[in-house]
């Protein structure tokens, strides 16, 4: 079983930048698709991004050219880059891990401040 702990987020301004961390621990981490997910109030869970094992990425239409997610299969690590924040990107950030044959594992989440 895999565990998820997120870390990185915080207040920043509009326009601003923050880097979003995410480290598991088992043996599964490598073949799993990991993904980051977002709920702001009083809304529901959104998709972020995704990658793949192999390093296949999709982001939702909304942080297309502003997001960058990334995989560290050595260090069992995934990273959020979030550029050009906008007040609406404001929300808790969570990590998941998921596989066919395996329940989606979820870290506790990370908030995300967009305020002037």
């Known amino acids: 079983q895999v565990q998820l702990v997120e870390s990185g987020g915080g207040l920043v301004q509009p326009g601003g930048s923050l880097r979003l961390s995410c480290a598991a621990s088992?043996?599964?981490?490598?073949?799993?698709?990991m993904g980051w997910y977002r709920q702001a109030p009083g809304k529901q869970r959104e998709l972020v991004a995704t990658?793949?094992?192999?390093?296949?990425?999709n982001y939702a239409d909304f942080v297309k050219g502003r997001f960058t997610i990334s995989r560290n299969n050595g260090k069992n690590t995934i990273a959020l880059q979030l550029n050009s924040l906008r007040p609406e990107d404001t929300a808790v950030y969570y990590c998941?891990?998921?596989?066919?044959?395996?329940?989606?594992?979820w870290g506790q989440g990370t908030q995300v401040t967009v305020s002037s």
């Open positions: 088992g043996s599964a981490f490598s073949t799993l698709t």
């Open positions: 990658i793949t094992p192999r390093y296949t990425t």
């Open positions: 998941s891990g998921t596989r066919s044959d395996l329940d989606p594992t």
